[in-house]
């Protein structure tokens, strides 16, 4: 089976550019969640997704959003980038739990 | 503010020896909690998973989790330079399990 698979796997943005992320979830798992890594320190949760509903919403700005597709795939917006957005945006897909992690997006802001 | 902690290391131990690695964390209402392995420019592979109280064993390693205490840890035995990584911590801040808490993670060095 194939894992949790992401795209692209390296972008180089500039400052106040949008980006959108994708996502593609293990065959049969229904959530999708988006989790941000800077260098040095833990994935933060951003979005939890199921059944193509916002579960959960972590502690960042109204300029990350995100959606989730009737195959169950998903989106991860992020709109005036700032080079504090530079990081590996990972997505996980699960249902139930536990999380299982696609390979990441490398955003670089420059 | 909701927080996982793990001592950032690095952790040194020789090849065939016990790595002992611990967390705290600070929301009582966590249920679930889970141990991940990230090697260097890589994503985070799922080792393991402790729901209750106790110990659990899966084949070299084993989770203890301590809900009274908040404390977690994750024992490698038999280490190997191939286990060299940094190991992450994480707590569940929902009842589904999907939305973690991370720890900075802790550096795992196995020498040969």
């Known amino acids: 089976d194939a894992g949790v698979t992401q795209s692209p796997t390296h972008l180089i943005k500039t400052r106040g550019q949008h980006v959108t992320l994708r996502c593609s979830p293990i065959s049969g798992h229904k959530s999708v969640s988006w989790y941000q890594q800077v260098l040095g320190q833990g994935p933060q949760f951003i979005f939890q997704?199921?059944?193509?509903?916002?579960?959960g919403r972590g502690n960042f700005p109204d300029r990350f959003s995100a959606r989730q597709f009737p195959n169950y795939s998903s989106e991860l917006n992020v709109n005036a980038l700032l080079l504090g957005d530079s990081a590996l945006y990972l997505c996980?897909?699960?249902?139930?739990?536990?999380?299982?992690f696609g390979n990441g997006t490398r955003l670089t802001v420059t | 503010q909701k927080e996982v902690e793990q001592n950032s290391g690095p952790l040194s131990v020789p090849e065939g020896a016990i790595a002992s690695l611990n967390c705290t964390y600070s929301d009582r209402g966590s249920q679930s909690f889970f141990w991940y392995r990230q090697y260097s420019g890589k994503s985070p592979e799922l080792i393991m998973s402790?729901?209750?109280?106790g110990d659990k064993e899966d084949g070299r390693f084993t989770a203890q989790l301590n809900k009274a205490s908040q404390y977690v840890s994750l024992l490698i035995r038999d280490s190997q330079p191939s286990d060299s990584a940094t190991y992450l911590c994480?707590?569940?801040?929902?009842?589904?399990?999907?939305?973690?808490?991370f720890g900075k993670g802790t550096t795992l060095s196995v020498s040969s």
């Open positions: 996980a897909s699960s249902w139930p739990s536990p999380l299982h």
């Open positions: 402790i729901y209750s109280n």
């Open positions: 994480a707590a569940s801040v929902n009842q589904a399990g999907t939305a973690l808490i």
């Open positions: 997704y199921y059944e193509k509903e916002e579960r």
